[in-house]
């Protein structure tokens, strides 16, 4: 599908029009899960099989916990989309061994982000270095997803990451947005992505059903070092969620879908965070499909 941001020179999308966009991004959203133990026995009790399963590489946790949570997810009919965060690996010959181990249980689609570890565990220092080295291996993958940022990353400057984007580019089939929960802002990153030249679709990177309390409890199981990351990062989140009437994805969604207008601007899809909250935001997702009709 392809939208506008009004802050670009768009207009807003009217009741209708927008509804519409709204059933067409909530009918296959790609859910984000944690490898926390468990997650899979959770998911297949929350979603049909089919569904797009997105799977964090957690430096506390390891890459075995995320590879065995892929496979599981795999072998219950589950499209599970794998990140190989290129900070974690230790350089060609552990990447190869993943790639195998991902290949043969049927992966097709990987998102390679440079991940939150604060030292290069080997080769890889960026998201680039590994993408690189996909793509003399082979390709193995149909779909390559790298990150996009609405907002300012907090620890690399802004310039940097649009030359990475570019950078990025040929080794990439999409971009998924980091979360951010200003509409406005993303929809003018994206009418932004568009006035550079960049064509990548984009997996808006949204909010799911989330409780504060259940929030705490994931952030504690993914380890002390690496849960005051998460909390860090996440700290506007919470302080939303505290709010009276706290953080509605409705209606962050419906101001969203108003400014994606116009032939300009490619958005695929939206990529769901979940926290492991994946029973809530599914019933979240069908109310609100049954809402628009």
Known sequence: MRTRSRGRGGRRRGGPERDALLRELLSAPRFEVLPTSGIADVVAGSLPAGRTVTVTASVSLGFERMLSTVEQ????????????????????????EIVERLTTAGVTEVFVPAGDAPEPAGDYASALDLLRDLAELGNPFAQVGIAGYPESHPHIPDRQTIAAMTDKRPYADCVVSNLCFDPAVV?????????????????????????????LKVASAIGVGESTRFLSKNTSLFARLLLPGGFSPERYLRKLAGRLTGPEVQ?????????????????WRERLLAKLG
Request: glycine letters at 10%; zero cysteines.
């Open 73 to 96: 997810l795999q072998e219950r009919g589950y499209r599970a989309v794998p990140h190989i965060a290129a900070r974690m690996v230790a350089g060609r010959s552990e990447l190869a």
């Open 187 to 215: 929809a003018d990153w994206i009418g932004a992505l568009r006035e550079r030249g960049e064509t990548l679709p984009v997996k808006v990177g949204v909010p799911g059903k989330v409780d504060p309390a259940r929030l």
């Open 267 to 283: 958005v695929s899809g939206l990529h769901v965070y979940t926290f492991n909250q994946v029973a809530a935001t599914e019933e």
